[in-house]
């Protein structure tokens, strides 16, 4: 490979939530420290362990160069680099300049939607398992959350109950729907016919469709991620939609997201919502990151992170299903995250899933509890690092753990 996603870099002490978090109460979710003897392996934080591309360290570097940075105004590059990125990479949709907005980080664009399309005490549709930081923004604005399940079939698949969605919008007079696409954390990457058929249900229920597509870019080969604005003529002017370049490239300690809104009633009304805080604004370097990111050069280095992403998800689970009996988990389209059930195992080793969360920290596995993303008893594992680390981790959980 032409880029390094081999090399173990020490991100202890340089400000990496995902090590120096653990063993510390921030949000009340952090792994507790290993013994001694063993070394935090994050599992956790979703960010990735990979250098991010050269070319946006580059853009950085040379943004830096020039000392004043005073206040400024958003690049014709910055939107530029956006639509050719969003235009190219199989995604084809059709962008100008005033359908982008500049978002502070994702959460705040679901923060400023709900704020400004519902009241408090409304009730908001979100997919379970839900990534929790979704729960939050939704319970914290004092809105409710009403959860409908995602359905494994026969082969495992995490599917759309389209029936108990219609249904719960219905019974709890819902506007709003929070989607995920690709899902985290099961790593669905929607078909066509899924989207047509939950877009039928959100036009046929008048809903405002906030559809998180960060992990857009991370899907793996034979797959394809269609944004949801691209599914009907309905759904371009009744969604809203948010993207990054920070899972993807690594740099969610940058700050930097974007809204893409085609209805000029509904952009203004939630753009508004967030100007009114003051505060969402960009960072310069961000604009200076993504625009050595969305470059020719950042797909090539994308391309090359998806062989190594995919390839560990499938090693991953192989090695479960060969030495964790009892252990479920299906391999998604996308993103870095597994998803495991333990349900199997807890029953027939006498163990609760509290217990073996702690196992696992003790011997360093910094993984996460699944219960907080509706997964009763579950798992929730990022696989976005060099192989050995990643083998390592499972070596521990083989004889540590899991035995």
């Known amino acids: ?44 934080v979703a960010d990735m362990n990979f250098a991010t591309c050269p070319a946006v360290t580059r853009e950085i570097i040379k943004r ?7 206040y400024y105004e958003y690049s014709d590059e910055y ?46 549709l979100l997919h379970s398992p839900a990534y929790v930081g979704f729960r939050d923004d939704v319970e914290g604005l004092g809105r409710k959350p009403v959860y409908s399940p995602l359905i494994q079939d026969e082969n495992g698949v995490w599917r759309m109950d389209y029936e108990d969605m219609d249904r719960k919008i219905k019974d709890n007079d819902i506007k709003v729907v929070i989607f995920c696409s690709p899902h985290n954390p099961t790593g669905r990457v929607w078909t ?54 920070s899972k993807t490239f690594n740099l969610a300690g940058l700050v930097g997201s974007y809204h893409i809104i ?48 995919e390839g560990n998800v499938r090693w991953a689970a192989d090695y479960i299903s060969d030495n964790f009996p009892g252990v479920e988990t ?12 333990l349900s199997g195992y807890c ?13 696992g920290w003790r011997v360093g596995a910094a993984w996460q509890d699944g219960r907080m993303f509706e997964g009763p008893c579950h798992i929730r594992l990022n696989l976005a690092s060099p192989r050995s680390l990643i083998e390592e981790a499972f070596d521990r959980m083989k004889r540590y753990v899991f035995i």
């Open 262 to 309: 085609y209805n000029d009633v509904l952009r203004k009304v939630i753009t508004e919502c967030g100007e009114k805080t003051h505060y969402n604004v960009m960072n310069v370097l961000s604009m200076h990151a993504l625009i050595g990111a969305y470059s020719d050069e950042g797909r090539e280095w994308v391309d090359e992170l998806m062989q190594v992403i």
């Open 79 to 124: 939107f530029q680099s956006v639509i050719k990125w969003r235009q190219a990479g199989g995604y084809h949709q059709e962008l100008s300049r005033d359908h982008i907005g500049y978002e502070n980080g994702v959460h705040g664009f679901m923060s400023s939607a709900v704020r400004a399309l519902t009241e408090p005490g409304d009730c908001i």
């Open 1 to 44: 490979m032409k880029y390094d996603f081999e090399s173990i870099i020490d991100r202890r002490g340089r400000d990496a939530a995902a090590y120096d978090s653990v063993g510390k109460i921030k949000w009340g979710i952090e792994p507790t420290l290993p013994e001694e003897g063993f070394s935090v392996i994050p599992l956790w």
């Open 347 to 359: 029953e027939r080793s006498g163990r609760d899933i509290d217990e073996v969360i702690r196992a």
């Open 64 to 70: 830096a160069e020039h000392p004043l940075f005073g």
């Open 192 to 245: 066509l016919p899924e989207l047509e058929q939950a877009m039928a249900v959100f036009e046929a229920n008048d809903v405002t469709v906030l559809s998180d597509e960060i992990w857009a870019d991370l899907v793996f080969r034979g797959h394809e991620h269609i944004p949801a604005q691209c599914v009907s003529s309905w759904a371009k002017e009744h969604t809203a939609a948010a993207y990054a370049p």
């Open 330 to 341: 299906h391999v998604g389209e996308g993103t870095y995250m597994l998803f495991l059930d």
